[in-house]
């Protein structure tokens, strides 16, 4: 009888630490690359890493660190081989070689290819399905060379859906049009819902940003009292999701969109530009951070620096420290700071002098969200007046606080 277990697919990990990076760093995003495995549904095995100046241009790595990734492949009946780094055509032909030289079937993913695949099983709306299929499309272009070639021989599984799986023998020009027709696809779809935006105009917008996996989904469940889905995975949101809610009878409304994460596919963020757009055209965004999380400060270089690539970096914003239940000894239960002071010493820290409000809080135990309202409603009572600067506040409105108003 086989179990689940046995049923999933098995990977290796494969990672160049270059000089910049420290051992912890490497290790950092190895696990990382193992969650997005692991959100894939694939059971990893090992991991290896070697420390060059920069990945080998033919294979990766170097011949002697290949031949004992090829051994461990071998010996453990091993399904695919996962790289933290793009794979270009001529390193997918050579490090296939190598697997075939032993008539061992194995497939070789990169990191976008993976995250491409975990979008794919996220995306539920026709404008997310398009969206990833474009970028889908995008990846495989300039790596036509090998990859029909490469995609042919799979039976399904991780990095097999989508084009990939149902155009085997599209060449360069029909993967064009096919690119030309989604783009166009997309164009009628960003119509609709620049119409919807619209309608929205006169209200106040707030977005959840945040690295993935940080508790947005589940911020959104709290704050906007809605049925919002939310997991322990990467990319549990890859729709935009927005609700209508109000904070002492102020109005605004509160979305929340795809997460991010380090090396995101560069194709991804083109073709998720109106999904994002409820990001860009937001008045207030709220950054939330899983502070309980060992290279926190990095998650939020990483999504400020996508913020000001979209162009979203000036925006007003509230940083939103999540998970302070998390900061107890998991052992003993015991806080790891005393518990009466956590959150002053918290924000005696930088994070608290820097030019965003900071609030520490935690969605899933609902600690501090009043505080959280009350940030929110300061700032969104006063773009509201400068959009209805007549308006005279609670005595006119018959909402009650933190009411969420259907759409």
């Not at 506040?393 to 018959?398: M, P, R, V």
Request: proline share 2%.
């Amino acid at each position: 009888m086989h179990t689940t277990q046995d049923l999933q697919e098995t990977a290796v990990l494969v990672a160049v630490q270059s000089q910049k990076q420290t051992n912890e760093q490497t290790n950092e995003y190895l696990d990382e690359l193992a969650f997005l495995a692991e959100t894939s549904g694939v059971r990893t095995l090992e991991s290896f890493t070697q420390k060059l100046e920069r990945p080998d241009n033919k294979t990766y790595v170097g011949k002697g660190k290949l031949q004992d990734i090829v051994a461990y492949c071998i010996d453990n009946d091993v399904d695919m081989v996962i790289f933290d780094d793009d794979l270009s055509s001529v390193q997918i032909r050579n490090l296939e070689s190598e697997f075939e030289k032993l008539n061992k079937e194995i497939k070789v993913l990169d990191r976008s290819l993976l995250i491409l695949n975990i979008f794919a099983m996220r995306a539920q709306s026709l404008q997310a399905r398009t969206q990833v299929e474009l970028a889908q499309q995008q990846y495989i272009l300039p790596r036509l060379t090998r990859m029909w070639t490469h995609l042919s021989k799979q039976r399904g599984g991780v990095g097999m859906r989508g084009p990939g799986e149902k155009e085997l023998e599209t060449d360069r020009r029909i993967a064009n049009d096919r690119i030309v027709f989604l783009k166009e696809k997309l164009k009628q779809i960003d119509k609709q819902s620049f119409t919807q935006r619209k309608s929205r105009d006169r209200m106040v917008r707030v977005s959840l940003v945040g690295y993935t996996n940080v508790g947005k989904s589940t911020l959104m469940r709290k704050l906007a009292k809605a049925e919002v889905f939310a997991e322990n995975k990467l990319f549990a949101t890859v729709d935009a999701t927005v609700r209508k809610m109000t904070i002492d009878a102020v109005p605004f409304l509160l979305s929340d969109t795809v997460g991010f994460i380090r090396k995101l596919p560069t194709m991804l963020i083109e073709s998720f530009k109106s999904t994002l757009d409820e990001v860009r055209e937001a008045d207030i965004l709220l950054h939330v951070v899983d502070i309980s999380h060992p290279n926190f400060e990095e998650q939020v270089q990483v999504v400020n620096t996508t913020l000001g690539e979209i162009g979203a970096g000036d925006k007003r914003m509230i940083l939103v420290f999540n998970k302070i239940d998390k900061l107890r000894d998991h052992e003993s239960g015991d806080w790891e700071l005393d518990e009466e002071n956590i959150i002053e010493a918290l924000k005696k820290t930088y994070l608290d002098v820097e030019k965003p409000k900071t609030v520490f809080i935690s969605a899933e135990q609902s600690d501090n969200l009043g505080e959280l309202r009350s940030i929110i409603l300061e700032s969104v009572k006063e773009k509201h007046y400068q959009i209805f600067p007549n308006w005279l506040g609670a005595d006119h409105l018959s909402a009650s606080s933190d009411e969420y108003l259907p759409e």
